[in-house]
């Protein structure tokens, strides 16, 4: 049995209007269920979730960031950079689209992909680099098709050789990347082929190891957990059984999902899909795992698949996200993206952007600058925290703390503690094993950009108030 098919047959992984886990009350009621019944699976308070982070986080070069500098002037992508360079990361992931670079063929338009690259190389930033989209005469599409680019080209033998010219054209690329989410059909026509990609895949790598024996190379990044659309299974999954991963390949997938936890209706899926796929993986004997996109967009509408959550809420789901992800077996993850980008862009992907398209920078820079700045540069997994709810029940397993809380415990590298925590609905807990004796903690709200001292009484727990947006509390 392959290691992505659990034994017990798990049921496929819900994807509903193109989101991992996603579903309405309109979608619940459709489905059978009254709309007071479906009201409720949305409204009641969810389990807690108490993860254990898995190993140390270096954060300048665990997350990375998702660019598209070429799209922008000079001087507005230099200012990017320098945003970027102040968070203190070290990684970027750039898109080059094939159909883009090479219109006709032979006829090369690199001009600002060469600015991009020196940029990068400049600012000492590491960068893995995908190329996808087949030009019109190289592709797969049949005449008339609307976006010959969707298609994967005719030879695969001539996107090997358009992806060692690059190589060699760019020497200061880290990482090579074959294409990007061949599982859904904004990127593979006319239907989901694992085998069409594998046969995609294999000349490409043997061409790259050849050419740049030196450089690690990337599988696609896999759109969510890798579902298939339109067929059952994981694409993931898939590729390992046609022997993929014996070509020591990074595997990447790209977890989206309506809110940072996961479904809506409650079941806060993530920490069970990830874990589910990132063991799975493992067990083909990958060696890195990286999530190469994530994110929410501000968009204001109207609504393409994504929730409409605004400035606000891309804030906040981005920092619960990212202390999520940072307890899971990754061993880089890429934010989508560093900046809003131009009317070339859809309504929704237009607002992905730490940063305005004039490069100022939005909540979401501000509010993952003052997180990164309380973590520190590295940190180590710290002891689960005991948590007291309002009942008096205290304890550090998720199912022993009050329901809707989440709760993460980490130590700095300068020996302070830290535990990341969230709730469903404002809730009041106590830290009775939290001995602060004569000293004080720092209890910081990084979203809204306030933080306060706070101390207990003599012989009395720690109590605070948790939020519903990620707090650090700091002793």
């Known amino acids: 049995m392959s290691p992505l098919v659990p034994v017990n047959r798990r049921r496929a992984l819900r994807r509903t209007a193109g989101m991992v886990g996603l579903a309405s009350a309109a979608g619940l009621a459709a489905g059978g269920l009254p709309l007071a019944r479906a009201w409720s699976l949305l409204s009641r308070t969810p389990k807690a979730l108490a993860p254990v982070p898995m190993k140390p986080v270096v954060w300048a070069d665990f997350l990375g960031v998702n660019a598209q500098l070429q799209w922008f002037s000079p001087d507005i992508a230099q200012q990017q950079v320098k945003h ?6 070290g990684w970027v992931r750039l898109a080059l689209h094939w159909m883009l670079l090479e219109p006709e063929p032979g006829q090369h338009k690199l001009e600002g992909t060469d600015r991009m690259m020196a940029l990068v190389r400049q600012a ?11 030009p019109r005469f190289a592709s797969s599409a049949p005449a008339g098709a609307p976006y010959a680019d969707k298609y994967p080209p005719t030879d695969p033998q001539v996107y090997a050789q358009r992806m060692v010219a690059l190589a060699q054209r760019y020497p200061m690329v880290d990482v090579w990347q074959v294409w990007n989410e061949p599982n859904i059909p904004a990127f593979w026509q006319p239907r989901i082929d694992p085998e069409g990609y594998a046969r995609l895949l294999q000349p490409a790598v043997a061409a790259l190891r050849k050419a740049v024996p030196s450089k690690p190379i990337a599988m696609a990044g ?3 957990h890798s579902e298939m659309a339109g067929r059952g299974g994981l694409m993931l999954d898939a590729m390992g059984k046609l022997g993929a991963y014996k070509l020591n390949l990074i595997a990447c997938y790209h977890p989206y999902t309506a809110e940072p936890e996961g479904a809506q ?3 806060r899926d993530f920490l069970t899909h990830t874990p589910f796929v990132n063991q799975g993986l493992r067990a083909y004997g990958v060696k890195q795992i990286w999530a190469t996109e994530w994110g929410w967009s501000s968009y204001d509408g109207p609504k393409e698949e994504q929730p409409i959550v605004g400035e606000a809420g891309q804030t906040g789901h981005t920092l619960k996200r990212l202390a999520l992800m940072a307890t899971q077996d990754f061993d880089r993850i890429f934010l989508f993206t560093l900046a809003d980008l131009d009317a070339r862009a859809g309504v929704r992907d237009r607002r992905y952007g730490l940063l305005r398209e004039d490069g100022s920078p939005k909540p979401v820079y501000h509010a993952l600058q003052r997180f990164l700045a309380v973590c520190g540069p590295r940190l180590l997994p710290g002891t689960p925290m005991r948590v007291e709810g309002a009942d008096g029940r205290a304890g550090t397993a998720a199912e022993a703390l009050p329901a809707g809380l989440v709760s993460i ?11 990341m925590a969230w709730a469903h609905a404002p809730m009041t807990v106590s830290l009775p094993g939290l001995n602060l004796g004569q000293g004080k903690a720092v209890w910081h709200q990084p979203v809204a950009g ?3 001292e706070v101390r207990a009484e003599a012989g ?9 947006e990620l707090q650090i509390l700091v002793w």
């Open 84 to 89: 970027l360079q102040a968070l203190g990361l």
């Open 124 to 134: 000492g930033l590491h960068s893995i680099v995908y190329v996808v989209g087949s």
């Open 222 to 224: 896999m759109a969510y």
């Open 265 to 267: 209706d409650g079941a």
């Open 409 to 419: 415990a980490w130590q700095r590298a300068d020996g302070q503690r830290l535990w």
């Open 450 to 452: 306030t933080q306060r």
């Open 460 to 468: 009395q727990s720690l109590r605070l108030d948790v939020g519903t």
